[in-house]
């Protein structure tokens, strides 16, 4: 299974952007896919997730309001539209999948990994 991010890029911050990601490979089913995020020194840190079985969707308290999670599970493609993009939001991000029922929240939980897409916002 593979995991592509795509759609990063530098955006003024205010401004929007919308990240994609498919998965693609041997027949893939997931419980629940989510983005991830991560700066040089820093642990990867959770920003959203999806559930298949309910299309429940969860955030960080720090994108919530201003990112939206969705996608297609028959499809296997998420995207993540960012909204009132901030400085602190600069960071390479990552789409993960989980196959088995869990927490989507954690790091060490996910199943598969994407390559990662960098975000960059100017202030």
């Known amino acids: 299974v593979q995991l592509q991010a795509s759609g990063g890029g530098l955006v003024q911050a205010g401004g929007s952007l919308r990240v994609s990601c498919a998965a693609s490979?041997?027949?893939?089913?997931?419980?629940?896919m989510g983005w991830f995020r991560q700066v040089p020194g820093k642990e990867r840190e959770f920003v959203a997730a999806?559930?298949?079985?309910?299309?429940?969707?969860y955030y960080a308290d720090s994108v919530k309001g201003r990112f939206t999670i969705f996608g297609d599970n028959a499809k296997n493609t998420m995207y993540l539209q960012m909204n009132s993009l901030k400085p602190e939001d600069t960071a390479v991000y990552y789409c993960?999948?989980?196959?088995?029922?869990?927490?989507?929240?954690?790091?060490?939980?996910?199943?598969?990994w994407g390559k990662g897409t960098l975000v960059t916002v100017s202030s």
């Open positions: 993960a999948a989980k196959e088995r029922w869990g927490s989507l929240r954690d790091v060490k939980g996910m199943d598969y």
């Open positions: 490979g041997r027949t893939f089913s997931s419980y629940g």
């Open positions: 999806i559930s298949w079985s309910s299309y429940s969707t």
